[in-house]
């Protein structure tokens, strides 16, 4: 008897950059993250990325070996096996497949690395989700075309998306078209590959680049439905509600505005058309989005089956401009916002908020009526090993335990539909936003510093016993 509905799908998510390693294994082309630095200049927002696209080797790039997944998969797949995992997911590499980003023919070696992946999952009956384009867009096709900017990215990624259609059908059912998509306005050249050059309106360039993933994702949902018959594609978000910092009706509008950022997307993803807030918005940024005839036929016919998305925290919003400078100060904010005065923060200050899980649910389902996935939530903590090796990790249960009861809450007391909840780096991975592996989230740990040095092996935390009762009892035994 347990808490969920039958076939709920637990378990964890991973993205080929942070934990396969193997940057340049089997014919792989370069990617962003691999020209992406460990430390404070990993996320360049000015201009002239260029120069970043050589790979200057006195840089340490922390996904060029991460976690080594990709010599570890079958031990990794057993210990999520161990853990009773129902689902996987796990994004495909884009230049695995393609080097170049948008070569003819494919690379059988990368093809059959995720086959053996796909295999390996099944044996123990463990469901992979997929997601298609993980901040990792090909650099050949940045320093070809700017990144998603120029329309002909379109193309290439429908290209990889029938390669991967053609090949993993029968094999994959779930499938994510962009990883974060509107991560894009905040995080471009992670999340889009974009390259500004020196007087371009960068608002335009964003939106310009929003229109070709939009298109794409469209054009991939319906080319997965033609070839697929039985697939589920989904959009991912990142998502957190953002709260008025106070009743003041100038806060509630400011939060719902920055609301909008993350809506955006998906709006359009659901939905099948810009809303007309949208269009507002890009006119006053003045911007011009420059569009095909049938996009809006392709954005319609192209809608998701079911929304998926990444919460880790909520967070605050105020039209005080003193209060929001002072709070984001050092500007290494994703978005901005202010501390909320009645939740604690991790040590990374995201702010820790399991309600907010509950509201975010609600806010989604209440928008688009759509089954929802939760495909990533966790908590990046520094762990201690014992002498004896054990980690006790019980910061990361209580994170976990308390976000799970909130989800529990909005399945059963308000009846939304939840097709399953994979937390985030379920074996410590590279960290996206800082490339520490200090910053850990898993169930099991990997012994590999923020130098890179360690032996790579895996052991299991407290968490990782705790995690396996949760899924034995279908989330009855917290
Ligand atoms: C999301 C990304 C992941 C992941 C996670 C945790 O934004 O989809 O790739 O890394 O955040 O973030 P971080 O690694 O920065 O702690």
């Excluded at 994702?217 to 998502?239: R, T, W, Y």
Aim: glycine share 8%.
């Amino acid at each position: 008897m347990g808490k969920f509905p039958k076939g709920f799908l637990w378990g964890g998510a991973t993205a080929a950059n942070q934990c396969e390693g193997a940057w340049q294994a089997d014919g792989k082309g370069l990617a962003t993250v691999d020209v992406t630095p460990f430390g404070p200049d990993r996320f360049p927002v000015a201009t002239g990325y260029m120069e970043m696209l050589d790979c200057d080797d006195a840089h340490f790039y922390p996904s060029h070996e991460a976690i080594d997944l990709y010599h570890h998969y079958k031990e990794d797949i057993a210990l999520f096996a161990e853990m009773g995992f129902k689902c996987f997911r796990l994004s495909i590499a884009w230049t695995r497949i393609l080097p170049n980003g948008d070569d003819a023919q494919p690379n059988e070696a990368g093809l059959a690395f995720y086959d053996s992946i796909f295999d390996e999952c099944h044996k123990y009956g463990i469901e992979p989700l997929v997601t298609i384009c993980h901040f990792d867009t090909p650099i050949a096709l940045i320093k070809k075309y700017g990144g998603w900017k120029d329309r002909r990215m379109v193309d290439a990624y429908v290209h990889y998306c029938e390669v991967l259609f053609d090949r993993f059908k029968g094999k994959v059912k779930y499938w994510l078209t962009f990883n974060e998509i509107n991560m894009l306005l905040h995080l471009s050249f992670t999340g889009a590959g974009l390259v500004f050059y020196p007087g371009e309106n960068v608002e335009q360039v964003k939106y310009q680049a929003a229109h070709h993933e939009l298109v794409a994702s469209a054009k991939a949902v319906k080319l997965a439905h033609e070839k697929m018959p039985d697939a589920m594609v989904g959009c991912m978000l990142a998502a957190g509600q953002f709260y008025p910092r106070t009743c003041a009706p100038e806060d509630v509008r400011a939060a719902q505005e920055a609301d909008r950022d993350n809506y955006f997307f998906t709006d359009v993803q659901v939905r099948g058309a810009y809303p007309v807030w949208a269009k507002k918005r890009m006119e006053r940024a003045g911007v011009q989005l420059c569009t095909q005839p049938e996009d809006d036929r392709t954005l319609r016919e192209g809608t998701v089956d079911f929304v998926s998305f990444s919460y880790y925290s909520s967070r605050c919003i105020t039209v005080d401009k003193e209060l929001m400078a002072a709070e984001n100060a050092e500007g290494n904010a994703v978005s901005a916002s202010v501390k909320n005065p009645y939740l604690k923060a991790s040590e990374w200050g995201w702010a820790i908020d399991p309600v907010g899980l509950r509201v975010t649910l609600n806010t989604i389902y209440d928008r688009y009526e759509k089954p929802m996935f939760i495909v990533e939530n966790g908590l990046g903590a520094v762990d201690t090993v014992e002498p004896d090796g054990s980690i006790h990790d019980s910061y990361r249960i209580d994170y976990l335990r308390a976000h799970i009861k909130e989800m529990e809450k909005a399945v059963n007391e308000d009846g939304l539909p939840l097709m399953g909840y994979t937390t985030w780096g379920p074996i410590d991975l590279v960290s996206a936003s800082t490339g520490e592996m200090k910053k850990r989230y898993g169930f099991i740990y990997v012994d590999k510093d923020n130098a890179g040095n360690g032996t790579l092996a895996r052991s299991r935390k407290d968490s990782f016993y705790w995690y396996k009762k949760v899924i034995a009892s279908d989330g009855e035994d917290l």
